[in-house]
């Protein structure tokens, strides 16, 4: 069973920059796809970002051009958001997809405001 435990969360004033981590666990494999999504209060859960173990990155189009994922270690990634604004607001998740099944974990929150 693939556990996921995020950290970086927090708050922060607009323009300005956090970074997520997530680390999985309970797997030897070489994880097939890791990622992030967001869940703002009211809307849909939307995808962030998300890596694949050959080093492919896929952006929603809120994260274009401003966020940048990256594998730093073997099932670890890390989500580095810079320019944020109070739009970005909200719970993100940590995602994994490997032989067939999707793993969260419990999110963590992101609050950008002056």
Do not use: H
Not at 63 to 89: C, H, W, Y
Request: aromatic fraction near 10%; proline fraction near 3%.
């Amino acid at each position: 069973q693939v556990q996921l435990v995020e950290s970086g969360g927090g708050w922060v004033q607009p323009g300005g920059s956090l970074r997520l981590s997530c680390s999985a666990s309970g797997t030897d494999d070489d994880i097939n796809i890791m990622g992030w999504f967001r869940q703002a209060p009211g809307k849909e859960r939307e995808m962030v970002a998300i890596v694949s173990n050959l080093d492919s990155t896929t952006y929603g189009n809120s994260a274009r051009g401003r966020f940048t994922i990256s594998r730093v270690a073997k099932n670890t990634v890390n989500l580095q958001m810079n320019s944020l604004k109070p739009e970005d607001t909200a719970v993100y998740y940590c995602n994994a997809y490997n032989r067939g099944t999707y793993y969260w974990g419990q999110g963590t929150q992101v609050s950008v405001s002056s």
